[in-house]
């Protein structure tokens, strides 16, 4: 599919253009983006936007070279006049791999010639530095403060806070109503943004792009469910639920009404995701309704709480999307980075205690920084995508990213003008 969805592409390059640009138009887009693709072989699905990216560092070299001059770039047509940055990571967490994303982005920004420091919301009033242990050495970080309106770490009074916090658990305190802006947009955060929020405008535009290309649009658009009242511990709760799970289901058994001979027959399963979720935490997978009205209490404790244990109140269902790429054997998934709507890079997601109808973004997951120009170098029975060349998954999955950047930056717009 990757060949033919390069084909498309090429072939309708210039409306693509106009047809993004049009899109693009009054819209403000978010500083960065990451997506989470499944790639089945007949159908490649975005199956996540995560709008505060957590994995700068595994980036390729190629990724990493190109990342400072593209942030700069977004800064400077977007907040000019900016040089001086304060870069604020999640507050629950001394995870070294994920204080390495922290190291990676910051140094990106620095090498770009702005004047950066880390802040960190873990030790309130702290006076002096704290280091945090990234895989590379320590990074350091100056608690928050704030005088009036405008939020300061240490000494250090920044003209922009640049996010890398998805506040699942709330917008601090310390930063509500601060005069300075923030990238991403605060009110992206997990507290308040939704799932089937972003699949509501992403699908239909994933629709008008298979059209504009001249495939079946259900090739890349998941079926995709919502479900407002999650209650996991009551049989009534379940039960309503399940019978969500049926109807979506019965509409996935349809036969397609343009079959394909490389489809397989493949049973068909759904996944259950925290429509405000994150850290891949608060997702399952099911086949029947059954296993949703049968599920054991680990199941449904996992599906209680989110991220820093917050409560997971509701639930999107999709379609699930079998991953048909894999590494040495083990199921992965591409990511794309995005600054803005241009792509920058990405990496493989591998799990090899997971299946390729599972959810890989779980403990055990690794990192390959399998560069998609490194595709071509593997042996095929080391990898098998089949991408046709590494450039054709870039192509690809680089322009599926852009579409999602769309849909994020449409969120931005009803959120900034009140409508959700």
Not at 139 to 156: K, Q, W
Request: aromatic share 6%.
């Amino acid at each position: 599919m990757i060949q033919e969805l390069k084909q498309g592409i090429q072939k309708h390059a210039p409306a693509l253009e106009q047809w993004f640009e049009a899109r693009k138009a009054g819209l403000k887009l978010s500083l960065y983006a990451s997506v989470d693709i499944r790639n089945s072989h007949d159908k490649i699905c975005l199956v996540d936007t995560n709008a505060f990216p957590a994995g700068f560092n595994n980036l390729c070299r190629h990724g990493r070279d190109d990342l400072p001059e593209t942030l700069a770039g977004f800064l400077e047509q977007n907040f000019p006049g900016a040089r001086r940055l304060l870069l604020l990571p999640e507050a629950h967490t001394r995870n070294p791999p994920y204080l390495e994303n922290v190291r990676a982005l910051a140094q990106a920004f620095q090498t770009a010639g702005f004047d950066l420091r880390i802040g960190t919301l873990l030790e309130p009033g702290a006076s002096g530095p704290i280091r945090l242990p990234a895989l590379s050495g320590d990074v350091e970080c100056f608690s928050l403060t704030r005088a009036a309106d405008r939020v300061r770490a240490g000494e250090f009074e920044p003209d922009l806070v640049i996010s890398n916090n998805d506040f699942r658990a709330g917008l601090p305190e310390i930063l509500q109503g601060i005069a300075q802006p923030m990238a991403p947009l605060g009110e992206l955060g997990w507290y308040r943004r939704k799932k089937s929020d972003h699949f509501r405008l992403l699908n239909p535009l994933l629709a008008e792009f298979a059209d504009l290309i001249g495939i079946a649009p259900r090739r890349l658009v998941p079926l995709t469910d919502y479900h407002p009242d999650a209650d996991f511990e009551t049989a009534a709760g379940r039960e309503a639920l399940a019978i969500k799970v049926e109807a979506l289901l019965a509409r996935l058994h349809e036969p397609p009404p343009d079959p394909r001979p490389s489809q397989g027959a493949d049973q068909p399963f759904v996944f259950i995701k925290d429509n405000s979720g994150t850290y891949g935490m608060a997702i399952m997978t099911v086949t029947s309704g059954d296993e949703v009205r049968r599920a054991s209490h680990r199941t449904r404790t996992k599906m209680k709480l989110g991220k820093g244990r917050a409560p997971v109140k509701e639930v999107i269902l999709q379609e699930g999307i079998v991953t048909g790429d894999s590494l040495a054997g083990c199921p992965m998934e591409p990511v794309i980075y995005l600054v803005g709507d241009q792509p920058v890079g990405g990496f493989f997601r591998v799990h090899c205690q997971r299946t390729d109808r599972q959810n890989l973004n779980v403990q055990g997951m690794t990192f390959e920084t399998l560069c998609f120009h490194e595709v071509e170098g593997q042996p095929q029975e080391v990898i098998d995508d089949q991408c046709g060349s590494p450039a054709d998954l870039f192509l690809v999955y680089g322009t599926l990213g852009r579409i999602a950047t769309l849909a994020l930056a449409m969120e931005v717009k009803e959120i900034t003008s009140g409508q959700t």
